[in-house]
């Protein structure tokens, strides 16, 4: 349905199993481990089943094209009649009538917004060309042999090997297509692994991601930890890696690329590398590579602003509980004793967690009254009460310094509801991208009698203090800034919500801006006294990059100071509630989840 093409790529921009951040199973490995049969999907997967409603129908053919991923081959299940419409696809690899599987072909797009877009296209006329089929199927005598293509594809090579991972795959196909995008079935053991802390690395310090050089695949360095031993030995982004200890690594895989680079402390390491028509070879010593949640340091020309920045909501320590909450404070604690005069909070980039560390996050900055809300959410499951979940009083404001927030298209769910409450109440600027559009919640449960999977399912949505809604709709910035000074079509795309068929649709009010003239000033501001292009342009050399909107958040924080746009004893916004909500407004936040127990310390929102 034009998924597949998008799935496959957006592993390949978002895997992390490097030096950096690798040392847990993957979510295939733990479905392997589980040993499940493909028939156990026999109730939901034939031809009755598959026919029986659209949504079914577009289910099973979800499950056909994830289980064709495990072919070596790059195929997918399409309509006969868009295939033949569509030259690009050739002869079909095997025919099933109104059906066909083929190779799809190889993508024109040169670059990851060119994909984006290309893939969206693709996924809305082949949408539409399944719905089309079905309506055949349900209104003639039409039928598609499901059964048929599944016994092909149990006779692929691939099949008996991956059969426990495919049972997966295609178990989360139809939750995504009959439930929502964020409902899915997980093996217990890998969501243990989920809130487990990150293992000790030791390795190099480099993000990779997967590129190709003279017809082979080679690891590229997208970014270098700071002070890590590539960052000290003089590795750069854009670095292309040939080989390792003197091994050609072309077409390795990128986990056994992994394998070679990690080891023990101190062991040194020779890295062949291609930079600018020139192959270079480096040596360096393997070292113990931090990865930090949270991080800290002094910004700006004076060194007067402070920066904090938040990966995840989901750091938990086994008696301490929860994290993300205490390091922030710590962080927001160590910038002000040095003199901070105003705060950068960066969430680029950060996915979400835990509901309740978005509260908790959320009323370090903001002064609210006790049932003034954080968030509102709202139930999905029959018969549960919609709840709100207000500030957590009697903790006190923790911070008064003028902030900015910097939020990207991949600031998703707990971080948009960090976003919209400092925004609603007009506690903080946002500089940036608009945000993903998750405003969903979902919570973990116990699935079947063995113990062996648990279930995330989608329970409510979530809205903004004022009422307005992210999902799909996004937080939008008050200052938009992309990550280069004059973006292109393609700086400007990326994945989002919206890019999922089967999200919920947005609903309520639109956001419109609520102080115009503010928000004027501080881009005048920005544009008469900023330095952000001028700064961008002298770092595009740095070994640890250009960090354009960074630059840009400093120029704001600079403004909103010298200009005034806040301060400590600016009124905020208060917002009337709204009609659904059915709880107590007083409520201290713990003691709602105590007594709802649609709402648990379990919920997260990514």
């Given at each position: 349905m034009g998924i597949r093409g998008i799935a496959a790529f957006a592993v390949v921009l978002s895997f992390v199993s490097s030096p950096v951040f690798g040392g847990k199973k993957s979510l295939d490995q733990s479905w392997k481990d589980l040993g499940l049969k493909f028939d156990r999907l026999q109730k939901s997967f034939n031809n009755t089943a598959c026919q029986s409603e659209e949504k079914k129908f577009l289910a099973c053919v979800r499950g056909v094209d994830v289980t064709l991923d495990y072919d070596q081959e790059a195929l997918a299940l399409l309509p006969e009649s868009y295939r033949a419409s569509h030259s690009d696809y050739g002869p079909a690899v095997e025919n099933f009538g109104a059906v066909s599987i083929v190779k799809v072909p190889k993508s024109k797009a040169k670059t990851t917004g060119e994909f984006i877009r290309e893939n969206r296209r693709i996924t809305a006329e082949t949408q539409q060309a399944w719905k089309d089929l079905y309506l055949e199927v349900s209104t003639t005598d039409l039928d598609i042999d499901f059964e048929a293509i599944k016994t092909w594809l149990k006779g692929r090579s691939f099949f008996a090997e991956k059969e426990s991972q495919i049972f997966g795959a295609v178990t989360n196909a139809f939750y995504e297509i009959l439930k929502d995008p964020h409902t899915a079935v997980i093996p217990v053991p890998h969501y243990k692994e989920m809130n487990e802390p990150e293992p000790e690395i030791v390795g190099i310090g480099v993000l990779l991601q997967v590129t190709e050089k003279d017809g082979k695949k080679y690891p590229v360095v997208m970014k270098l930890v700071e002070d890590g031993p590539a960052h000290k030995a003089g590795l750069l982004p854009k670095d292309l890696l040939l080989s390792v200890d003197g091994k050609d690594i072309g077409g390795t895989e990128l986990e056994q690329i992994t394998s070679a680079?990690?080891?023990?402390?101190?062991?040194?390491?020779?890295?062949?590398?291609?930079?600018?028509?020139?192959?270079?070879t480096f040596k360096l010593n393997r070292a113990k590579v931090e990865n930090r949640n949270v991080s800290s340091k002094m910004v700006g020309k004076h060194g007067d602003i402070g920066y904090v920045r938040l990966d995840n909501?989901?750091?938990i320590d086994e008696e301490k509980g929860p994290l993300p909450c205490l390091h922030v404070k710590d962080a927001i604690s160590d910038v002000e004793s040095k003199g901070a005069k105003s705060l950068i909070f960066d969430l680029r980039g950060n996915g979400g967690g835990l509901l309740i560390e978005a509260v908790c996050i959320s009323n370090l900055f903001l002064d609210l009254e006790p049932g003034e809300p954080v968030v509102l959410t709202?139930?999905?499951?029959?018969?549960?009460?919609?709840?709100?979940?207000?500030?957590?009083?009697?903790?006190p404001i923790f911070t008064k310094l003028p902030m900015v927030l910097l939020i990207n298209g991949q600031s998703a769910s707990a971080s948009e509801i960090v976003a919209g409450a400092l925004q609603d109440y007009q506690r903080a600027f946002l500089v940036g991208e608009d945000s993903y559009g998750k405003g969903t919640v979902q919570d973990f449960q116990p699935l079947g009698t063995k113990g062996e999977l648990i279930l995330k399912q989608t329970i409510a949505r979530f809205y903004m203090p004022s009422g307005r809604t992210n999902q799909i709709a996004t937080v939008k910035v008050d200052v938009t800034r992309y990550s280069v000074p004059n973006p292109t079509e393609d700086d400007k795309t990326t994945m989002r919500e919206a890019d999922y068929y089967t999200a919920f649709p947005p609903v309520g009010p639109q956001w419109v801006q609520p102080r115009p003239e503010t928000i004027s000033k501080l881009e005048e501001c920005m544009k008469r006294t900023g330095t952000a292009e001028a700064d961008y342009q002298s770092h595009l050399e740095d070994a640890l990059g250009a960090d354009y909107q960074l630059y840009s958040a400093i120029d704001a924080a600079?403004?909103?100071?010298?200009?005034?746009?806040?301060?400590?004893?600016?009124?905020?916004?208060?917002?009337?509630?709204?009609?659904?909500?059915?709880?107590?407004k007083a409520k201290d936040f713990f003691e709602l989840i105590k007594e709802n127990l649609n709402f648990r310390f379990e919920m997260r929102t990514y």
């Open positions: 680079i990690t080891g023990k402390a101190g062991t040194e390491l020779e890295l062949g590398v291609f930079r600018k028509g020139a192959n270079l909501f989901m750091e709202k139930s999905m499951v029959p018969d549960k009460k919609s709840s709100m979940l207000p500030s957590s009083k009697p903790a600079n403004c909103v100071v010298s200009e005034k746009l806040w301060t400590a004893d600016a009124k905020h916004p208060h917002f009337e509630l709204p009609e659904w909500l059915q709880i107590e």
